[in-house]
Nanobody
Framework: VQLQASGGGFVQAGGSLRLSCAASGSIFEINDMGWYRQAPGKQRELVAVLTTSGSTNYADSVKGRFTISRDKAKNTVYLQMNSLKPEDTAVYYC????????????????????WGQGTLVTVSS
């Protein structure tokens, strides 16, 4: 199982980007998914989480500007980022708190706190 993030890039302040994170492999089920970010010299922080029930939780710094969504059929989570600011510059990581995959003989296997590789977002002033 892999989480593949994409969509990062360079954008001017006020611009928009859309990040995608697709899960691949013999996936049976994915629980809550979210996005985190880590700026240079800072700790990784929560950006947004979307639960399987549809509840969302956003960092105060991105509320009203970022929107998290999910396509369960595609095992993909998105982060629409609008009105970007230089302080949004960071490496963005997607996360699944639990991924259940199908192993040999149909056995289900749970993996917890699953991370994708990061995608860099750079916002210039």
């Amino acid at each position: 199982v892999q989480l593949q993030a994409s969509g990062g890039g360079f954008v001017q302040a006020g611009g928009s980007l859309r990040l995608s994170c697709a899960a691949s492999g013999s996936i049976f089920e994915i629980n809550d998914m979210g996005w985190y970010r880590q700026a240079p010299g800072k700790q990784r922080e929560l950006v947004a989480v979307l639960t399987t029930s549809g509840s969302t939780n956003y960092a105060d710094s991105v509320k009203g500007r970022f929107t998290i969504s999910r396509d369960k059929a595609k095992n993909t989570v998105y982060l629409q980022m609008n009105s970007l600011k230089p302080e949004d510059t960071a490496v963005y990581y997607c996360n699944a708190d639990r991924i259940t995959s199908t192993q040999a003989w149909g056995v289900l296997f749970d993996e917890y706190d699953f991370w994708g590789q990061g995608t860099l977002v750079t916002v210039s002033s």
